[in-house]
């Protein structure tokens, strides 16, 4: 069964601009969540869907925002773009509680300039 | 507020050699926890994962122990073969349906 998977793999944008990336779920699976990683910061909890509704965003500005669609599959916008939003962001996908555990897509990389 | 610590953040072994990795976690009121390898600029790749109400789980030459009392859990790899070098996330899965990570171990086997 096909796993996650993130598009595109890597992004470079220039401050300012806005970005938007994209996740497809595993099939049957309605919870996407988003991380981003850093060098610096670790892995941090972004933001999780489940059912087109949000019910759980972390410690990120308002800049960073989400959405999920009827099939499942979640998109993530970051915009005014900052040098610091240059990270590797890796979303997750899980049957609904988190009960069965997450999988991970592959990640896209963002480099901002 | 959760926190996930690993010990050690890098380790360094000749190949062959049995080793544990250490995660420890201040808050016990959690679902499960999730080991995950990381290659360099990759994804997370899930290697076990444990619910709270177990106290083990094993897949191949791993071997994951947790003790939710204590906020403490080890992956042991055996025989450890320079394919396994990578760096290892622990996390843990509570209410809000987020994991929260350490900041991993970086593993090195030496051929």
């Known amino acids: 069964k096909a796993g996650v998977t993130q598009t595109p793999r890597y992004l470079i944008k220039t401050r300012g601009q806005q970005v938007t990336l994209s996740c497809s779920p595993i099939?049957?699976?309605?919870?996407v969540s988003w991380y981003q990683q850093t060098p610096g910061q670790g892995l941090q909890f972004l933001f999780e869907y489940f059912s087109e509704t949000q019910r759980n965003k972390g410690n990120f500005p308002g800049r960073f925002s989400g959405r999920q669609f009827s099939n499942s599959r979640s998109e993530m916008n970051v915009s005014t773009l900052e040098l610091g939003d240059s990270a590797l962001y890796l979303c997750?996908?899980?049957?609904?509680?988190?009960?069965?555990?997450?999988?991970f897509g592959s990640g896209t990389r963002l480099t901002v300039v | 507020k959760q926190e996930v610590t690993q010990i050690p953040a890098a380790l360094s072994v000749p190949e062959g050699e049995n080793l544990v990795l250490n995660c420890s976690f201040t808050d016990s009121a959690i679902y499960n926890l999730q080991w995950f390898r990381q290659d360099p600029g990759k994804g997370l790749t899930s290697l076990l994962l444990?619910?709270?109400?177990?106290r083990e789980q094993t897949s191949g030459r791993l071997n994951a122990s947790l003790d939710k009392s204590s906020g403490r859990s080890t992956l042991y790899i055996a025989a450890s073969q320079p394919g396994d070098s990578a760096t290892y996330l622990c996390a843990v899965s509570q209410a809000g349906n987020m994991l929260t990570f350490g900041g991993g171990t970086r593993l090195m086997v030496k051929p």
């Open positions: 099939s049957g699976h309605r919870s």
């Open positions: 997750a996908s899980s049957a609904g509680t988190g009960a069965y555990g997450y999988t």
């Open positions: 444990i619910q709270s109400s177990q």
